[in-house]
């Protein structure tokens, strides 16, 4: 069956019709924007000399913290490097102790160190805090768990969180030993005090814990926490390397570390 | 052909509805309107020529995050020979402090709900 011509006038003369009637709607949707921009280089130019003026990364093989807890008690109810730990890493802080974040914090000396607790144990132990983070284990048995790689050991023993791969599935957090991951159960945001623009806060449902401020070792500064300490109770520095400071006060003196038992290898060490 | 006018009448209905995202607009204004956004950035230009940053500015920075986050690798080195940081709020945002009147403007025309700010912390609108 064909079509006839008047059939074929008509066809064509609707077609033209809409289209011509389409066609105002069509352009607004498709048109395409162009975006001048003129003035001056030098706010570029001085991004760029930002970047630049960065200091060099600190880098090592193998990333460790020393405790020394006497320093430590010596200042008591000392809370710098927590304070400056939170500030720095827009850590929320929560009133009801079931929604608390802690990336650094302090516990008593028997529940850190249960299996190091007798009922002789020095009463300065019995008595003081220890100071708790994340043990940035050797053999991280968080790590293990996360189903979206969203926590890795890196190269330099750092073990490392990439929030925007947490599903906040809370494996991890049923894998560490040591308690050194929260859940973000609300909204974090309304409970930072003082919001620090460079650092992202967190979202709900997403696990967090401390980084060894990776951060501020690839500006160059040493953790926030070392900084922050004025009883010089924290040193940070590199196991692989003989000549650090670290290295030189394993050496030298007794050490113990968490759950060492467990074989996760913690990268804390605390001198008592 | 009984029925023809109804079936018309059908006909038209129908094809007033399916074209209804055509000339919804047009009609009753609103959702073609283009977005206006404001360059507040005294820079001249961009990490990249400003048709790209437009166009992938956010393969741009899903690259920038997975090197920074997973690979520390921090330097930018732009076309220009320029090396910048690679961060939002360090960089983009530097230039770009008017998030409601530049990143706004597009995503709301755009329906695109971007998650970067549940966590990324806006600047507040000065330099």
Known sequence: MGID???????????????????????????????????????????????????????????????????????????????????????????????????????????????????????????????????????????????????????????????????????CIAGCPYGSRSFNWRDPRPFIKDTQIDFPTRMRGVVEKCTFC?????????????????EKALIFGDLEDPNSEVRKILSSQFSIRRKPALGTHPEVYYLI | MNNSGKIFAGLAIFLLLITLPLWYSAAFGGATEKPDLKIVCDAKECVAPTAYMTAYHMDLLNEWRDEVVRDRDRLYTAENGKTFDKSLSRTCMNCHYNKADFCDQCHDYAGVKPYCWDCHVEPKETP
């Open chain 1, 5 to 171: 011509r008047r059939k074929f006038m008509k066809f064509a003369g609707l077609t033209a019709a809409l289209s011509l009637a389409g066609k105002p709607t069509f352009g607004a949707l498709v048109e395409e924007d162009s975006l001048e921009v003129t003035p001056p280089l030098e706010k570029l130019d001085k991004l760029a000399a930002d970047a630049r003026a960065v200091g060099q990364p600190l880098t090592a093989r193998r990333w460790a913290m020393v405790i020394d807890l006497k320093k430590c008690h010596d200042a008591e109810n000392c809370k710098d490097c927590i304070h400056a730990c939170h500030h720095t890493h827009n850590v929320p802080e929560f009133e009801n102790p079931k929604d608390e974040i802690k990336w650094l914090w302090k516990e008593k000396f028997e529940h850190a160190f249960h299996e190091q607790e007798f009922e002789f144990v020095q009463e300065e132990h019995r008595h003081s805090d220890t100071l708790l983070l994340c043990n940035h284990c050797d053999k991280p048995p968080c790590v293990k768990v996360c189903p979206t790689g969203a926590t890795w050991r890196r190269d330099d023993g750092i073990v490392m969180m990439d929030w925007h791969r947490c599903i906040g599935c809370r494996y």
């Open chain 1, 214 to 230: 990776e951060e501020l070792l690839a500006r160059g500064q040493l953790p926030a926490c070392v900084e922050a300490c004025k």
